[in-house]
């Protein structure tokens, strides 16, 4: 079954420490994406892709890193610059070229504070 | 303020209700409508998608777009209880790759 599947699917985190989202997708979409949602503020985008080698900073990219090594993965690291970082953290690929190209996407990563 | 405006509910209804879920939005830009739903503890997925104004129809769902109002509604006839999760609405500006979405609407359809 083709799809998108992150993991883990719960993750804690310590004060000052980095930790890594995995993304792995096998749609064989060109582009990725990374959201964080918190309650009552929908989705924002943290980071996208469209490209092997090639991403862009979204809206809310502070204390977060990306890389894109594979078209399939696309792992975000929380970074101990990021001082809010509980959320729940969704990942998202599409087709890129004219028209609309619908994002899908994974069941989410749970990050909390210990 | 927000560029995309959604009640957060919680909307409850009875099943077999028609449903009716909105978005307001200030961007004129935004071309496309995408409506995503997204039950507890998982990633959202798309329901359906419209282009500029007018109405689309699949199966229960309809989606319904008024550019002139900056008005966005999705319709759910015959309600089910598995209809039960968050409606978010997400427009998007042509040639722009990023989604921009609402809060979301949580529906509770009451057996």
């Known amino acids: 079954d083709g799809g998108i599947t992150q993991s883990p699917k719960y993750l804690f985190r310590k004060e000052g420490q980095n930790v890594t989202l995995s993304c792995e997708q096998n749609l064989n979409h060109d582009a990725m994406y990374w959201y964080r949602q918190d309650p009552g503020q929908g989705l924002r985008l943290i980071y996208y892709?469209?490209?092997?080698?090639?991403?862009q900073k979204g809206d809310i990219a502070e204390g977060y890193s990306v890389s894109r090594e594979k078209k399939e993965s696309f792992p975000l690291t929380v970074t101990s610059a990021q001082k809010n970082p509980t959320a729940f953290y969704l990942c998202?690929?599409?087709?890129?070229?004219?028209?609309?190209?619908?994002?899908?996407f994974g069941d989410g990563t749970r990050l909390s504070i210990l | 303020q927000k560029e995309v405006e959604q009640d957060p509910g919680p909307l409850s209804v009875p099943e077999g209700a028609i449903v009716s879920l909105n978005c307001t939005y200030s961007n004129s830009a935004f071309q496309y409508f995408m409506w995503y739903r997204q039950y507890s503890r998982k990633g959202p997925e798309l329901l359906m998608y419209?282009?500029?104004?007018g109405n689309k129809e699949d199966g229960r769902f309809t989606a319904q777009v008024d550019k002139s109002s900056k008005y966005i509604s999705l319709f759910i006839r015959d309600s089910q209880p598995s209809d039960s999760a968050t409606y978010l609405c997400a427009p998007r500006i042509t040639g722009r790759r990023a989604l921009t979405f609402g809060s979301g609407t949580r529906l509770q359809v009451q057996p």
């Open positions: 419209t282009y500029s104004s």
């Open positions: 892709s469209q490209i092997v080698n090639d991403f």
């Open positions: 998202a690929s599409s087709t890129t070229g004219q028209g609309n190209q619908p994002q899908h």
